[in-house]
């Protein structure tokens, strides 16, 4: 297992880590992903862990906390095996308090994670979404303060926009506060707005990515093909109208380009996809989820290799689109491109 540093912080994680969605299974989003029991989350762990994956993604809302809870006792025992992260900010209830990062709900969730995960500290907490009615001030004082009683040793965020991101880490630094290390992301080859404004940014702050959904919320396992009805078992027959969209024939054409890659180097297609992510700038840590052995082991297998320059241009042509206003005319315009290339 190759091992990358997360940010401008100084902590390793692996280039492969492993999302818990799957562990509990309540409710009709995380049920549809899987329903893994403690006994199958603890021999998912063995497999991550003979193969160096050390860093386990959860959060509070995964399952109504049923995901922390089976993690957290998968784990137990070897808590200093271990790198837990996990995220807090989206609903928990219908309470006005039950939402959000002000200082009052965090303090009161990383509490309630730490009890279901049976640990006394969180390696690294994430905001799920940016609380645009709780002052940025407000949520980094609470995280500084975490951090320094020891709850929590780094921040980051998830799925914040360029400007919430920015402004963050602007305020941290302004009053000494902890900066995001990491931004967990949606990346993928049939999702790569991440690479006009987040990646840049990424670069720029030392913010490294973890990125989630890494085959295209199920659509790059290998088996949607052109022409073919989605095969029984897939889990978009039920949560497709959760996931990122993306165009019917452009995730053909991204198909085939897999495929014929995948072909040429006796690979599967998920390992593929992920190999390609792996060679992205900015990111840290690939998040795999598998709801059994089969699918864990396959994924694992996208690491030790490297795809060849030649196949990553063909990836990148069959996957591409033409970024949104402001960022075209980078691409489109000789003028623009020479004072603010594309970083990809």
């Known amino acids: 297992m190759e091992y ?6 100084g902590l390793k994680v692996p280039a492969l880590s492993f999302g818990t969605g799957t562990f509990g299974g309540k409710g009709p989003l995380f049920s549809a992903w899987g329903n893994s ?7 998912l762990i ?6 160096g994956v050390t860093l386990f993604d959860t959060a509070d809302v995964y399952s109504d906390g049923g995901s922390e809870e089976v993690l957290g006792a998968a784990i137990r025992g070897r808590r200093d095996k271990v790198l837990i992260s996990t995220k807090t900010g989206l609903p928990m209830g219908d309470g006005p308090n039950d939402a959000g990062v002000s200082r009052h709900r965090m303090i009161g969730a990383v509490e309630a994670a730490l009890r279901r995960l049976g640990t006394d500290y969180i390696d690294l907490l994430q905001l799920h979404a940016f609380d645009a009615f709780t002052p940025v001030e407000e949520v980094l004082h609470t995280l500084d303060t975490l951090v320094r009683a020891g709850k929590v040793r780094h921040v980051g965020a ?4 360029g400007w919430q991101l920015m402004k963050s880490l602007a305020v941290a630094d302004r009053q000494g506060w902890p900066r995001h290390v990491a931004h967990q992301v949606y ?9 006009w404004e987040l990646m840049p940014l990424g670069l720029d702050q030392k913010v490294g990515a973890l990125v989630w959904s890494p085959l295209g919320w199920g659509r790059l396992t290998g088996k949607i093909r052109r022409g073919q009805p989605i095969p029984q078992g897939s889990r978009l ?3 497709a109208q959760w996931g990122p969209p993306v165009e019917e024939e452009r995730l053909y054409r991204i198909v085939d380009a897999l495929d014929a890659v995948a072909a040429e180097i006796g690979r599967s297609v998920p390992q593929v996809a992920l190999a390609w992510l792996l060679a992205r700038p900015t990111v840290s840590s690939v998040i795999i989820g598998a709801r059994n052995e089969a699918q864990l082991r396959d994924n694992l297998g996208a690491v030790g290799w490297k795809l060849e320059p030649e196949q990553i241009t063909r990836l990148d042509a069959a996957s591409d689109v033409m970024p949104a206003y402001p960022y075209y005319p980078y691409r489109t315009q000789e003028g623009f491109a020479r004072l603010n290339p594309m970083p990809v």
């Open 4 to 9: 990358r540093t997360l940010g401008a912080s």
């Open 37 to 43: 029991d403690v006994d199958d989350a603890r021999r």
């Open 46 to 51: 063995d497999i991550c862990l003979e193969a």
């Open 158 to 161: 998830s799925n914040f926009a």
């Open 187 to 195: 990346y993928s080859l049939t999702g790569r707005d991440y690479e």
């Open 237 to 239: 027959h039920d949560t």
